[in-house]
C-alpha cells in the first residue's frame, strides 16, 4: 500500500506540473505550435521542447489533435511534431535519475505557500509547477520505502523473475506488462519511474526494466487511443494512430536488436562517467536508473531519427488504416467538441477557432447567394434565409456553451480573454446572420410589389454589398493567417462602408427631387443601405475580436 500510495503521489504530482507549465505557458506553445513550417526536423525539434516544457507527451498530442482539427496545421506537419514529443517525454525520466529526494519536501512546503497563499494568479500557476515537482519526488521516495521490506520476500523476488529478456517470449511478455501498466495508470512517465524504483531496488534487471520502458512507450499512445474513442474526427483519429505506429514499429524494430541495443546503452552510459550498472550502495543500485533514462532517450532519438526520413511513408499508412471521413450531404451540420480537449485548453481553442472560421465562411457563403438576389431573383436563396439563421444561431449556442465549459476549467488570464472574444466575434457571426435574413426578407417583398431601382441605385447597392463581401473576406483570411496592418485595413474597410452609406442617401434624395424616384422605392432602398451598413459594423466588431487574440 505504500508503495501503490506514492505511486498515485507521483502520479499527482506529474498531473499538477503538467497543468501548471501549461496554464503558465499555454499561449506561447500555442504560438509556437502555429508557426510550425513544413520543415519535419522544425517540427520534431518544436514537438521535443514543448513536450518537455509541458512534461506529457499526450498533453501534446491532444494540443495537436485540436490544431489539426483547427486547420492551423496539417497531418504531416503533427506528426512531425509527435516524433519530437516523443523525445521529449525522456526528460522526466532524465530528471529523476538526477534523485532530487531531498529537494522534495521544501518543494512541497514551497509550492503550497505559493499557490494557496499568492495572490496573483501567475504565482499560483508557479506553486502549482513546485509543489507538482516536489510530490513527484516525495513520492518516489514514498516507493523506495515500500518496496524496501518486500524486495527479500521469496514470493515477490519468484513473481518478478517471471520476466526475464533471455527469451523472445519474455521479452514480449516485458513488452505488454509495461504497456498494460501504463494503461492502467494513464501515465508514461509514473510507469518508468515505478519502473526504475523496482530496478533499484533489484527486483528487476537492466535489460528486464529496458523491456518494460519499451511496452511503456507503446503504452502512452493507447491512452490518446482511448481519447478518440467515440469520436467522428477524422484527424482526431490519424494523429493517435500516427502516435502509435511510430511507438508500435519502433519497439519492434529495437526488439529483434535488443541484446546490442541493451549493450550500446551500457556502454555509451559508462563513456559518459556513470558508473557500472551494477553498482550498490546502502542495498541498493545507485546507478540503474542512469541506465534506464539514457536507454529511454536513446531509443527514442533512434526511432525518430528513423522516422523523420520515412515521413511521408507513416503519414500514408495512418491514412490508409485510419477511418475515413463520412461524407454527410447535410448542409446544416453542428461541430462536435470532444470532451478530451477540456483537459487541454490549448487544444481546446483551437479546436473552437476551428469552427468559428467555418461559422464564418458559412455566413459569407450565404452573403454572397443573397448578394446576387440584388440583381436577379432566386427564390431557392430567398426561400432558405430561415434555415440558415437557425443554423447561425445554433453554431452560436454550441460553440458559446462549449467555451463556457472551458472557462468553468482552469485557465490563465490570457485564456480567459481569449474565450471573452471568440464569444464576442460569435455572438456577431450571428448577428450578421440577422442582418442577411432582414436584407432576404426586404428583397422579397421588393421582387412581390414589382418594385424596381434605378440603375444609379442598382449600382450602389452592388457596390456596398461587394465592399462588406470584401470586408467578411480580409477577416477570414486574418483568421487563417496573420496579414501586416490588418486592423489599419479593417478600420479602412468600415469607414468606406459607413461614408458609402452617407454618400447614398444623399444621392438619393436627389433622385428624389428630380423625380427619378419615388417615396416607396426609397424606403426600401434606405432600408437595404443600412441592412449593409450594419453588416460592415459586425465585420468591423469580428475584426477587432481577431486583433486582439490573433
Known amino acids: 500500500m505504500q508503495t501503490l500510495g506514492g505511486l498515485g503521489m507521483f502520479i499527482l504530482g506529474m498531473k499538477m506540473m503538467t497543468e501548471g507549465l501549461q496554464a503558465t505557458a499555454g499561449q506561447k506553445i500555442r504560438r509556437v505550435l502555429e508557426a510550425i513550417s513544413s520543415n519535419r526536423y522544425m517540427g520534431c525539434a518544436t514537438g521535443a521542447g514543448v513536450t518537455a516544457l509541458v512534461q506529457s507527451s499526450s498533453a501534446t498530442t491532444v494540443m ?3 490544431f489539426v482539427s483547427a486547420g492551423i496545421m496539417n497531418l504531416e506537419q503533427a506528426v512531425g511534431v509527435v516524433i519530437g514529443a516523443n523525445i521529449g517525454t525522456t526528460i522526466t525520466g532524465q530528471m529523476i535519475a538526477f534523485k532530487l529526494t531531498a529537494v522534495a519536501l521544501p518543494a512541497v512546503a514551497l509550492g503550497v505557500a505559493m499557490k494557496y497563499f499568492s495572490k496573483r494568479r501567475n504565482f499560483r500557476y508557479i506553486g502549482d509547477i513546485v509543489l507538482g515537482f516536489g510530490l513527484l519526488f516525495y513520492g518516489m521516495t514514498v516507493m523506495k520505502h515500500g518496496l524496501a521490506p518486500i524486495k527479500s520476500d521469496p514470493q515477490f523476488i519468484e513473481f518478478f523473475t517471471t520476466f526475464s529478456t533471455d527469451t523472445i517470449g519474455g521479452m514480449l511478455l516485458c513488452v505488454f506488462m509495461g504497456t498494460a501498466l501504463t494503461v ?18 533489484g527486483l528487476l534487471t537492466f535489460p528486464t526494466a529496458l523491456a518494460l520502458v519499451l511496452g511503456e512507450n507503446i503504452g502512452t499512445t493507447i491512452t490518446a487511443q482511448f481519447a478518440t474513442i467515440g469520436s467522428n474526427n477524422t484527424e482526431a483519429h490519424q494523429t493517435a494512430n500516427a502516435h502509435t505506429i511510430f511507438n508500435v514499429i519502433g519497439v519492434a524494430i529495437i526488439l529483434l536488436i535488443f541484446p546490442w541495443f541493451v549493450q550500446m546503452v551500457e556502454w555509451l552510459t559508462l563513456d559518459l562517467g556513470t558508473g557500472p550498472v551494477t553498482q550498490m550502495a546502502n542495498n541498493e543500485y545507485i546507478n540503474v536508473s542512469r541506465y534506464i533514462a539514457n536507454g529511454h532517450t536513446i531509443f527514442n532519438v533512434i526511432n525518430a531519427g528513423v522516422f523523420l526520413i520515412l515521413l511521408p511513408k507513416l503519414v500514408q499508412l495512418t491514412v490508409l488504416i485510419s477511418p475515413k471521413p463520412a461524407k454527410s ?23 473552437v477557432k476551428g469552427e468559428i472560421i467555418n461559422n464564418a465562411v458559412f455566413a459569407h457563403e450565404n452573403l454572397k447567394k443573397v448578394n446576387t438576389c440584388l440583381m436577379v431573383r432566386d427564390d431557392d436563396i430567398l426561400g432558405e434565409r430561415e434555415a440558415v439563421e437557425q443554423h447561425l444561431d445554433d453554431l452560436q449556442k454550441v460553440i458559446i456553451q462549449y467555451l463556457t465549459t472551458i472557462y468553468q476549467g482552469e485557465v490563465n488570464e490570457p485564456e480567459a480573454k481569449e474565450i471573452s472574444e471568440m464569444m464576442r466575434i460569435t455572438n456577431n457571426i450571428e448577428r450578421l446572420g440577422d442582418s442577411m435574413e432582414n436584407v432576404s426578407k426586404m428583397l422579397e417583398r421588393v421582387y412581390e410589389n414589382k ?7 442598382k449600382q450602389d447597392l452592388k457596390a456596398i454589398s461587394d465592399q462588406v463581401d470584401e470586408f467578411l473576406s480580409l477577416v477570414i483570411n486574418e483568421m487563417q493567417e496573420n496579414t501586416p496592418d490588418f486592423y489599419q485595413k479593417a478600420l479602412a474597410k468600415e469607414d468606406t462602408i459607413d461614408q458609402m452609406r452617407e454618400d447614398m442617401r444623399y444621392k438619393h434624395i436627389d433622385r428624389l427631387r428630380a423625380g427619378n424616384c419615388s417615396v416607396d422605392v426609397g424606403v426600401f432602398f434606405i432600408a437595404l443601405v443600412s441592412g449593409y451598413e450594419k453588416m460592415g459594423d459586425y465585420c468591423f ?10
Open 64 to 66: 495537436l489533435i485540436g
Open 184 to 201: 492502467a495508470v494513464q501515465s508514461s512517465s509514473a510507469t518508468v519511474g515505478l519502473t526504475m524504483t523496482l530496478a533499484s531496488s
Open 451 to 457: 418594385i424596381t431601382f434605378s440603375e444609379d441605385a
Open 329 to 351: 450531404k447535410e448542409r446544416y451540420l453542428l461541430p462536435e467538441f470532444d470532451s478530451q480537449f477540456i483537459d487541454s485548453p490549448i487544444g481546446a481553442l483551437a479546436k
Open 541 to 550: 466588431n469580428i475584426a477587432t475580436g481577431v486583433n486582439r487574440i490573433i
